[in-house]
């Protein structure tokens, strides 16, 4: 009689906790695997490319702000690339430009030309030629004289290579001019034959001694062809050796030596053909604000 307090209690707890176990084992063998647990949401199924919708427009705006790269496209670049290369370009053909005038303008002198002057000169003809026929079209001339042995007749073959190349590749055409140091020798007739061997363009000028001894000091031109001179009698020439370029206003642009072969004398008279300015437009720009270049 005295044991029956003492257990009692011991199984009803017994049997309560198995109940709990019972129940709690039964609601986990309820759960299928597959079914998502009640935390977890069901994945969401991504639209197609097609339904997306398309960026408001705020949109333009902000992908800008995340990546401002993004809208340097291969267009931007080209028309960048283009526009660079086009500026480098006119800048680079201005500065030659410019550095061409300078030297054409340093070439004429201050004041009194440094080479070139008045002349007063026969052609082949008999006709007169002075300066005055220089103007309106580009000259080249060349000082030499008919007994030259080679180096006369060397540039004056040059001196056709160089006008055929000019109106070929350029269609440039000059006024080429042979003008005789040796007026004595160098008649009108003997000019105009020896000439024949050469392109025929060239004027062929002679004068008297003293108007060919002037116009060679006028053209800077080294003289020593003897005064009086006696019929047969033998001596000899010597001169310069140049083509003076001169423009439409009969005034010296530059001087071609020897050292210049066909091709880049062709070059040098193109050169300054195009950038040639008459003389009223120099001065305009010589007094502008950017006359300062041109010193």
């Not at 690339?81 to 053909?93: D, E, N, Q, R």
């Not at 180096?151 to 440039?172: A, F, R, T, V, Y």
């Not at 001596?235 to 003076?244: P, Q, T």
Request: net charge positive; hydrophobic share 35%.
């Amino acid at each position: 009689m005295m044991l029956r307090p003492i257990f009692m209690p011991v199984k009803r707890d017994i049997r309560f906790v198995t109940r709990r176990f019972s129940l709690s084992r039964v609601s986990l063998n309820e759960l299928k695997p597959n079914d998502p647990k009640p935390e977890e949401e069901a994945p969401k199924k991504r639209k197609p490319l097609s339904r997306l919708p398309v960026g408001g427009p705020d949109y333009s705006k902000q992908t800008l702000k995340k990546n401002p790269i993004e809208f340097m496209t291969w267009k931007a670049v080209v028309v960048f690339v283009i526009f660079g290369s086009a500026l480098t370009y006119v800048f680079t053909s201005e500065k030659e430009k410019l550095k061409l005038r300078r030297e054409a303008e340093q070439n004429r002198g201050v004041g009194k030309p440094l080479i070139g002057g008045p002349f007063n000169l026969i052609d082949t003809e008999g006709r007169p030629f002075t300066q005055e026929n220089l103007k309106g079209k580009f000259s080249i001339i060349y000082f030499g004289f008919t007994h030259c042995p080679d180096i006369c007749p060397d540039e004056l073959d040059k001196l056709g290579l160089i006008l055929d190349g000019l109106k070929s590749k350029h269609n440039i055409e000059l006024q080429p001019i042979f003008i005789t140091c040796d007026p004595a020798r160098d008649s009108p007739e003997v000019i105009k034959e020896y000439l024949k061997d050469f392109h025929p363009s060239i004027i062929g000028l002679t004068g008297d001694y003293d108007e060919i001894k002037k116009c060679c000091k006028n053209y800077r031109v080294y003289f020593s062809t003897p005064r009086n001179v006696k019929p047969g009698q033998d001596y000899l020439v010597d001169h310069s050796i140049f083509f003076y370029f001169m423009d439409p206003e009969g005034e010296f642009i530059d001087v071609l030596g020897r050292q210049y072969d066909v091709e880049d004398a062709i070059d040098k008279i193109k050169s300054n053909i195009s950038v040639y300015q008459p003389r009223a437009e120099r001065e305009k720009a010589k007094a502008g604000w950017l006359g300062f270049l041109y010193k």
